[in-house]
Structure formats: structure tokens, C-alpha cells
């Protein structure tokens, strides 16, 4: 048995979410292997909304395993307080023991870094993902299997302020106190102890056992540490060869790959967004796409489906086929629009450079339709919805496998 994934192929906000609680239905565990709680999926069942950050979108199954891969950053604080929402998580939920946490002064470096950077700010959200990243690759983080060891982690903790002393007195960060960190840690410990799992050999061994395995990226491609619009991007690898190194499967045990775009684009935060709408129609994709973040709130930016980025994403990423979410949020546009080259510096390219700051949209433009929402039938949507996701197909070279026309779960074209 091969595990499939799942992957966001725009900046992130796809529509993720909606798509693995739906075919989580069908699978045995899903698992997440990379970001921290910058990253959130809305899911809709029935008319209840569930906002989800670090848990997998599979706890909506009540027979399906929920793993938290070593290649995520967890927030202890933001875990314990999102496992709340849900009962009997023990047995069905299970979080990488070697993790790296993200503890407080994470989040005040991150916060700190952000101001200095002034107009040259990234957009992150502040939640401490980056210097938990990067404490890991410099080989100073701490990860949530030391929870067994409170005076062991205590005294390492401590000791990471003396030795990045110069540079948190430059960020005004202070010390803790010896004992607030101790309660901190023990609470957490006393939390999600219980948890903990070599979640590798829990992948191997589902795999093994003929179970079926779904993998949930966070964010998206073009928000990737190598492949995405550097510097404004996440810390982690959100492309799918982030797997492996993210929750220990080798290339080998990968099997089908579906990429998540969204019928328009979006983006949170800085960086460059060629096909960005500034004006009135990208305030309509705002408001009828109720484009705000589910982590943050902040307004979305908005515009036109680029198909350069994508064809390029999909290839990246190996994907066997896409789901296009968000349909409806077209409805009533008298024509939608698609980038299909870009040009820079007086010359049409079709491939994305490395600077996309200055890189001009080419468009070719579709007529609009009437209305696609609810429609669950290929046959049923109107003849240019058709044509427009056909297009789609034929410019990022990748066969559709599903259509979304509304959050609801059931609202759902099969291909």
C-alpha cells in the first residue's frame, strides 16, 4: 500500500481542508508533515464550521488515526487548545515525539525580527514558526519527546538564553523566570505526554499492514523555502517531496498526488502576486470568496487564476491530477480571466523567473456564467464553466479529478 497526499499548489488557503475531509472518509490515517499553526483549514459538515490549525483534517472521521509528523512545529499551547474542541482524541491522535516546539520566545523573536524589518516585512503571522525552524537547523531547538525529562529540558532551556544572550537583548526579549518555564513546560508535559509516538514507524507499519494513509500539506508550492517566492515564504518544505523528510516515508511509499487550487488566486501577506486584482473585481473575489485568513483574519489578497504557476507547481509536485475549489466564487462574473505567460522586461516568458516582482500578466480572457453553486454533476454546470475548467486542464497540462461549488463537504464534482 502507497500513501496518497495531498498538496496546496497556489500560496496557500486552497481549500485544503475540505477536500482531505472528504476523502478521509475513505482512508485509515491522515497525517500532517510540515508548517505549525500559521497554517488553517475550514472544513463545513452539515452546516457547523470547524477551523483547524496543527490537528489533522481526519478528525472529522471517527475511525480514521490522526498523526502530527516530526516535520511539524507545534505550539504546545495552540495543540492544547485546539484538542478541546474535539473528545476522545487519546488512541485516534498522535504527535511526533521528535517535533520541535515552538515555546513563547519563539513568538516574541518572530514578532521582534518582523518590526525590524520595516518595509521589508515578510507578512508572517507571528506565531513563532520561522525561529522554531530555524533553531532546528542550527541544532539549538527542543523537541516535544524532551517533555519526559522537565529538569533535563529546564536547564537546556535556560541555558539557550545565556547563549543567544547578545541577541535577545538586541530584541528586548527577557529572560524567563527558571520556575515560570518549569510550570509552563510541566503542564504541557502533563497535557500531551500521552500523545507522544514515534510516528514514523506508526507510517511504516500502517503501510505495511495495507492500511491507507493520506498525507495533508500545509500552505502551499509557491510558498516553499526553495521553490517558492523567496523571501516571502514559509520556513518548511510545502512541496510534496516535504513528506519524506517530514514524517520519515521514503519517495517509494507515494502514491497518488492530488494538487489544490483554488478557480481564482489568492494570497496572504507580502510578496510578489502577479495576477493580483486591485481593483473592483478583486474586492468581488474578496467578498463573495469570504477571503479572509482562518488563522488570522487578515483580508486576503486577491485575483486572476495564473496557470503559469500552477502548471509549474504541478509538475514540481508530480500531481496525478487537481482539484479546483471555490467554483462558485466565479458565479456572475461576465468574463474571468487566466494568466498564460507572463512578460519581463519587454519579453513574454511562459515559465516563472526568479524574480516575479516584475513580471506582467498575460491574460486571455473567458465569458462568465450565471451560477455554479451546489451543483454536484459536471453535466449540470453551465457550458462555460465547462469550457473555463477544461481550459484549465489543457494550460497546467493536469487533468482535473474534482470541482468544488460551495465549503460544504457534499458540494462536490467527482471526475
Known amino acids: 500500500m502507497k500513501a496518497d497526499q495531498i498538496v496546496g499548489i497556489q500560496w496557500g488557503d486552497e481549500g485544503k481542508g475540505k477536500i482531505v475531509d472528504l476523502l478521509a472518509q475513505k482512508y485509515d490515517a491522515v497525517a500532517r508533515y510540515q508548517g505549525g499553526h500559521n497554517a488553517g483549514h475550514t472544513i463545513v459538515v452539515d452546516g457547523t464550521t470547524y477551523a483547524l490549525h496543527l490537528i489533522p483534517s481526519g478528525v472529522l472521521n471517527p475511525d480514521a488515526v490522526n498523526i502530527i509528523g516530526n516535520g511539524v512545529v507545534v505550539s504546545p499551547e495552540a495543540l492544547i487548545k485546539e484538542m478541546k474542541q474535539f473528545d476522545g482524541l487519546l488512541g485516534r491522535l498522535f504527535v511526533s515525539e521528535s517535533a520541535h516546539m515552538i515555546l513563547n520566545f519563539h513568538i516574541l523573536i518572530d514578532q521582534a525580527r518582523e518590526k ?137 511509499d507515494i502514491g497518488k498526488i492530488t494538487g489544490i487550487v483554488k478557480a481564482y488566486c ?104 450565471d451560477k455554479t453553486e451546489g451543483v454536484r454533476k459536471f453535466e449540470d454546470l453551465p457550458e462555460t464553466a465547462k469550457s473555463y475548467l477544461l481550459a484549465i486542464e489543457e494550460m497546467t497540462q493536469t487533468k482535473i479529478g474534482m470541482i468544488s461549488t460551495s465549503p460544504d463537504r457534499n458540494d462536490t464534482i467527482l471526475l
Request: charged share 30%; with cysteine.
Open 116 to 252: 525590524l524589518r520595516g518595509k521589508k516585512a515578510i507578512g508572517t503571522t507571528g506565531r513563532g514558526i520561522g525561529p522554531a525552524y530555524s533553531e532546528k537547523i542550527a541544532r539549538g531547538g527542543f523537541r516535544l519527546g524532551e517533555l519526559r525529562d522537565i529538569d533535563a529540558l529546564t536547564a537546556n532551556v535556560q541555558e539557550y538564553f545565556v547563549q543567544n544572550k547578545p541577541i535577545l537583548d538586541a530584541l528586548e526579549i527577557e529572560r524567563p523566570d527558571e520556575a515560570d518555564i518549569r510550570a509552563e513546560l510541566t503542564d504541557y508535559a502533563e497535557k500531551l505526554l500521552p500523545y507522544l509516538a514515534n510516528t514514523t514507524q506508526m507510517a511504516w507499519k500502517l503501510l505495511e499492514d495495507d492500511k491507507r494513509l493520506l498525507l495533508e500539506g500545509a500552505q502551499g508550492t509557491l510558498l516553499d523555502i526553495d521553490h517558492g517566492t523567496y523571501p516571502y515564504v514559509t520556513s518548511s518544505s510545502t512541496i510534496s517531496a516535504g513528506a519524506c523528510t517530514g514524517l520519515g516515508v521514503s519517495p517509494k
Open 266 to 369: 489568492t494570497r496572504v501577506g507580502n510578496g510578489p502576486f502577479p495576477t493580483e486584482d486591485f481593483g473592483e473585481e478583486g474586492d468581488r473575489l474578496r467578498k463573495q470568496g469570504n477571503e479572509f485568513g482562518t488563522t488570522t483574519g487578515r483580508p486576503r489578497r486577491c485575483g486572476w487564476f495564473d496557470a503559469v504557476a500552477c502548471r509549474f507547481a504541478s509538475r514540481i509536485n508530480g500531481c496525478d491530477d487537481l482539484s479546483v475549489m471555490k467554483l462558485d466564487v466565479l458565479d456572475g462574473f461576465d468574463e474571468v480571466k487566466v494568466c498564460v505567460a507572463y512578460e519581463v522586461d519587454g519579453q513574454q516568458i511562459d515559465h516563472m523567473p526568479l524574480d516575479m516582482e516584475h513580471a506582467k500578466p498575460i491574460y486571455k480572457s473567458f465569458p462568465g456564467w
